[in-house]
T-cell receptor, first 114, second 112 residues
């Protein structure tokens, strides 16, 4: 049990579908993150939220739209994705964004685009 | 640019201590050393981190050399469930908004 829960664990969708990934943390943290992990590539930071405010958008295409309604929940809305977007999408949280605070990850959503 | 260097793989016998090395010769004074591991099909799991002093928690010990150019993660009694890819990461205030930069890591296989 990681304290960070992601749903769904697996998602298959067509390129024209709209879907959302959900992340919930029970750790009382104030910062939340979305990462993308593609096969044979290192983790790529996508978005950072600190106290519900987006503080980082790492040049992510607009077909990925994050939402952070409160410090415990983070969503990633998906629309008109491409096959190269197939990957493991990981959510993480930390007490704050500074380097002394560890990030704790969920187990991810395995996304496949048909 | 890679900030850390780790061996690509290592084996360890179950019940023995596993010592995982990491070189970070360009580390600066405000950068922390972090260790994570990732078991197949799961998210990365935080293990331990430190700045200058050695650290110990319920999972592992982190030994940082005095010049801070290298460190060793010690799993005191390896079990089969410790088989995973282990990542050594250097992280400081220059990493934008807490970005974690994962490299290739060390594939650790614990054998019976």
């Amino acid at each position: 049990e990681t304290g960070v829960t992601q749903t769904p664990r697996h998602l298959v969708m067509g390129m024209t579908n709209k879907k959302s990934l959900k992340c919930e943390q029970h750790l009382g943290h104030n910062a939340m993150y979305w990462y993308k992990q593609s096969a044979k590539k290192p983790l790529e930071l996508m978005f950072v939220y600190n106290f519900k405010e987006q503080t980082e958008n790492n040049s992510v295409p607009s077909r990925f739209s994050p939402e952070c309604p409160n410090s415990s929940h983070l969503f990633l809305h998906l629309h008109t994705l491409q096959p190269e977007d197939s990957a493991l999408y990981l959510c993480a949280s930390s007490r704050e964004t500074g380097p002394s605070q560890p990030q704790h990850f969920g187990d991810g959503t395995r996304l496949s685009i048909l | 640019d890679a900030k850390t260097t780790q061996p690509p793989s290592m084996d360890c016998a179950e019940g023995r201590a596993a010592n995982l090395p990491c070189n970070h010769s360009t580390i600066s004074g405000n950068e922390y050393v972090y260790w994570y591991r990732q078991i197949h099909s799961q998210g990365p799991q935080y293990i331990i981190h430190g700045l200058k002093n050695n650290e110990t928690n319920e999972m592992a010990s982190l030994i940082i050399t005095e010049d801070r150019k290298s460190s060793t993660l010690i799993l005191p009694h390896a079990t089969l469930r410790d088989t995973a890819v282990y990542y050594c990461i250097v992280r400081g205030t220059t990493d934008s908004w807490g970005k974690l930069q994962f490299g290739a890591g060390t594939q650790v296989v614990v054998t019976p």
